[in-house]
C-alpha cells in the first residue's frame, strides 16, 4: 500500500498535461505535526510542504508515466525546484497542475504550479511551483537491473486513475 | 547557426549552475562533470534537457538525441559491454559518436565505471560547438 498524496485527476491532456486534486481535512492526522502562526492569528494545523511536494511529484509522475503507456519504472529523480510561498489549512482544496517539458528514454522533465482553493471565496491561488525530473530506472546509466514487474505504478496508483475514468490508460 | 566559443562557455557554465549547483569559479575548461562537479547519473539528463533549451531558438530548435551526448545507451548492449567493460565495437562507436571527447587515455582501461570521468566542461563546448555547425 502506497501512501496517495492526491485524491482525484480532474484534467488529462495526453503526453502534455495532468491536473489532480487533494482535499486537506482536520481528520488528517499529519496536519496536526505542523503548526504555522502568522501575526496575531492563532496557529492552526496545515498541510506539510513537503507533502505537497510529494502530491506534485505523484501527479507529475503519473503524466510522465503515462506517456508510455506505464510500461517504464518511472522514479523521481532531482527536484530542480520546489517553491511555496503559502500554507494550506484544513478545508482548503490543492490542485496540482503538471506539464511535460521534455520525454526522453532515460526519463523526463516536468513543471508544475500548486494552487489552494478557498471554499468561502471560491477563488484558487498560486501559492507554489515545482520543477522535477523523473528517471526511467531500466534505462540506467550504469547499466543496474531492476525487477521486471512495475514497482512503481503499483495498485493504489492504479486506483486512482481508475476512479478518475482513466483506467483505459493502463490497459 | 554560428555562436562565438565564449558564448557557448558562458551558456554551458549557466547550465552547470542551475543543473549541479557548481560554483561559477569551479567551472573551469578541464573540470570533469563527476568528480569535480559532484553530477550523478540523474545530472547528465539534467544537463542535457536544460542545454536544449539554452540552445534552442524559435527557428531552430537545439535536440539532443539520446547516446548523442552522452553514450547512456550503450551500457546494456552486450555487443557494446562486456564484463564492464567497452568491447572494440564499443570502442569504434564510442569514436565515431564522440568527437568531443578525448578518449586518447581510455582505450587501455575501458572500464564502463571510467567513462564518465571522460566528460568534462569543455567536452560540453565541444558538443555545442560541433553541433551547431552541422
Given at each position: 500500500m502506497r501512501w496517495m498524496w492526491i485524491d482525484t485527476i480532474v484534467a488529462?491532456?495526453?503526453?502534455?498535461?495532468?491536473?489532480?486534486?487533494?482535499?486537506?481535512?482536520?481528520?488528517?492526522?499529519?496536519?496536526?505535526?505542523?503548526?504555522?502562526?502568522?501575526?496575531?492569528?492563532?496557529?492552526?494545523?496545515?498541510?506539510?510542504?513537503?507533502?505537497?511536494?510529494?502530491?506534485?511529484?505523484?501527479?507529475?509522475?503519473?503524466?510522465?508515466?503515462?506517456?508510455?503507456?506505464?510500461?517504464?519504472?518511472?522514479?523521481?529523480?532531482?527536484?530542480?525546484?520546489?517553491?511555496?510561498?503559502a500554507d494550506v489549512?484544513?478545508?482548503?482544496?490543492?490542485?496540482?497542475?503538471?506539464?511535460?517539458?521534455r520525454v526522453d528514454p532515460m526519463g523526463a522533465g516536468t513543471s508544475g504550479t500548486i494552487e489552494r482553493l478557498d471554499h468561502r471565496t471560491g477563488a484558487w491561488e498560486r501559492i507554489g511551483e515545482t520543477e522535477i525530473?523523473?528517471?526511467?530506472?531500466?534505462?540506467?546509466m550504469s547499466g543496474l537491473a531492476f525487477p521486471e514487474h512495475n514497482f512503481v505504478f503499483s495498485d493504489s496508483f492504479r486506483n486512482v486513475l481508475r476512479a478518475s475514468g482513466l483506467g483505459h490508460l493502463m490497459d | 547557426m554560428v555562436i562565438a566559443r565564449s558564448e557557448i562557455?558562458?551558456?554551458?557554465?549557466?547550465?552547470?549552475?542551475?543543473?549541479?549547483?557548481?560554483?561559477?569559479?569551479?567551472?573551469?575548461?578541464?573540470?570533469?562533470?563527476?568528480?569535480?562537479?559532484?553530477?550523478?547519473?540523474?545530472?547528465?539528463?539534467?544537463i542535457q534537457f536544460q542545454l536544449e533549451k539554452k540552445f534552442s531558438t524559435p527557428e531552430k530548435p537545439f535536440?539532443?538525441?539520446q547516446g548523442e551526448l552522452f553514450p547512456e545507451n550503450m551500457m546494456s548492449n552486450p555487443d557494446f559491454v562486456k564484463e564492464g567493460k567497452f568491447t572494440d565495437a564499443g570502442m569504434a562507436v564510442l569514436h565515431e559518436?564522440?568527437?568531443?571527447?578525448?578518449?586518447?587515455?581510455?582505450?587501455?582501461?575501458?572500464?564502463?565505471?571510467?567513462?564518465?570521468?571522460?566528460f568534462t566542461v569543455k567536452s560540453l563546448c565541444d558538443f555545442i560547438e560541433i553541433k551547431l555547425k552541422k
Open positions: 488529462y491532456e495526453p503526453d502534455r498535461r495532468l491536473v489532480a486534486i487533494k482535499n486537506v481535512s482536520l481528520a488528517e492526522e499529519h496536519l496536526h505535526e505542523h503548526f504555522a502562526a502568522e501575526g496575531d492569528l492563532p496557529a492552526q494545523p496545515v498541510m506539510p510542504a513537503s507533502l505537497m511536494i510529494e502530491g506534485m511529484a505523484q501527479t507529475a509522475g503519473i503524466l510522465a508515466g503515462s506517456v508510455r503507456r506505464f510500461r517504464e519504472k518511472v522514479v523521481l529523480a532531482k527536484i530542480q525546484k520546489a517553491e511555496i510561498t489549512v484544513p478545508g482548503q482544496c490543492i490542485r496540482y497542475d503538471a506539464r511535460i517539458e525530473m523523473f528517471s526511467h530506472v531500466d534505462q540506467n | 562557455e558562458s551558456k554551458v557554465t549557466e547550465v552547470l549552475e542551475s543543473a549541479l549547483g557548481a560554483d561559477a569559479e569551479d567551472i573551469t575548461p578541464t573540470a570533469i562533470l563527476t568528480e569535480d562537479l559532484g553530477a550523478e547519473s540523474i545530472d547528465f539528463l539534467d535536440k539532443i538525441e559518436r564522440m568527437p568531443h571527447v578525448d578518449l586518447s587515455g581510455f582505450d587501455a582501461d575501458r572500464n564502463v565505471k571510467g567513462i564518465a570521468k571522460l
